[in-house]
């Protein structure tokens, strides 16, 4: 599997069994949520996508996890648990040609992180609750 030597060797291509809706209805429906304050890690997913139409799919899943900036690569404030369900989520879109690169950005290194232009994008929180 793609980047097993990254996330591990359990097996996580059955995505089929992540019900995404239950897991916002629960959250949605819980009195602690306004309580609820996870400390995310920063990632920067790069992706090189040979299909246009799997490059589409591989683009509206990524968006839903992070900022884009650039067209292939996004910046993503999330805990690890997250990046792994996203990663699950792209391998059912991907092929063998295709390549997908998750980089965990420490967060000293995220602190010295210069950016110009009006594309720019910046987090005023580095706590996040994903969904």
């Known amino acids: 599997m793609i980047g097993d030597e990254f996330f591990g060797n359990e097996n996580l291509s059955n995505i089929d069994n992540i019900d995404f809706n239950?897991?916002?209805k629960n959250f949605k429906n819980s009195k602690k949520r306004d309580k609820i304050y996870i400390k995310s890690?920063?990632?920067?997913?790069?992706?090189?996508?040979?299909?246009?139409?799997?490059l589409r799919k591989v683009a509206k899943i990524v968006e839903q996890y992070g900022k884009r900036v650039q067209k292939s690569v996004f910046e993503i404030i999330a805990p690890f648990d997250v990046i792994k369900r996203l990663q699950l989520r792209i391998e059912k879109v991907i092929h063998v040609q295709?390549?997908?690169l998750y980089l965990s950005i420490c967060e000293s290194d995220w602190q010295k992180q210069q950016k110009f232009g009006k594309g720019a994008v910046s987090y005023k929180d580095e706590s996040f609750i994903i969904l």
Request: glycine letters at 0%.
């Open 98 to 100: 295709d390549y997908v």
């Open 22 to 24: 239950d897991e916002k």
């Open 41 to 54: 890690d920063k990632w920067v997913v790069f992706y090189d996508i040979r299909d246009p139409k799997r």
